[in-house]
């Protein structure tokens, strides 16, 4: 009689137990609530708190006139002259200011910031998502300084529902690709100091406008 190998018994052990499930331990298990406790603040408060945990610069706006004299003023302290906007909306929005955006761009020309709007912010991980439908996300790891311009309606609680508003949004023509801004690129050395990234922006700045 051959004897019987330690594979083989690993694999009637496997047969069996597809036959012979084991009963649900926790059938009263909730799959479906959140994980996170609930927070009583605005979702708006709780974005930018978590926002700039991350290093991210927060700038609230009552309105879109505010964000556009706010970004003219940072404009103006960076004294940055290389700006692109691929966003027409955005563009047009800055057409009586003065400020030029350059719509073309190639693969390592030096930009001072890359300004762009996003699909939404995560309220719990103070993330901003950002999709290759709306701008060019390699353009986000070329600036040294992001900027982006969002409004409080685009405001989710959680990751779960990123991906059913993306859903809503492109149907069955989804984006190419999906990208997480958590703060601006960081290392750390061995010494545990915190340096700038060398992949990805230095800087974030969050324009948001309040609609209410």
């Avoid at 019987?4 to 496997?14: D, F, G, M, P, Q």
């Avoid at 353009?139 to 609680?157: K, N």
């Avoid at 859903?167 to 545990?192: A, D, H």
């Amino acid at each position: 009689m051959s004897e019987i190998t330690a594979k083989e018994i690993l694999l009637k052990r496997v047969r069996q137990a597809l036959v012979e499930k084991t009963k649900n331990p926790f059938p009263n298990l909730e799959l479906d609530s959140s994980v996170y406790p609930e927070f009583d603040a605005d979702l708006a408060v709780e974005f930018a708190e978590n926002f700039t945990k991350a290093k991210g610069s927060f700038i609230y706006n009552i309105h879109i006139f505010e964000a556009i004299d706010n970004f003219i003023t940072l404009n103006e302290n960076k004294r940055w002259t290389k700006l692109v906007c691929k966003d027409e909306v955005l563009t047009k929005r800055f057409a009586d200011t003065g400020i030029e955006f350059q719509k073309n761009h190639k693969t390592g020309d030096f930009i001072d910031a890359f300004i762009i709007t996003c699909e939404c912010l995560v309220s719990k991980t103070g993330s901003i998502v950002i999709t290759t439908k709306q701008t060019n996300i390699e353009l986000t790891d070329e600036s040294p300084c992001l900027v982006v311009f969002a409004y409080t309606h685009q405001i989710v609680r959680e990751m779960k529902e990123v991906f059913t508003l993306l859903k809503n949004r492109y149907g069955n023509n989804p984006p190419r690709f999906v990208k997480w801004l958590s703060g601006p690129s960081i290392e750390s050395t061995i010494e545990m100091m915190e340096l700038p990234g060398s992949r990805g922006p230095v800087e974030i700045f969050l324009f948001l406008i309040d609609e209410k």
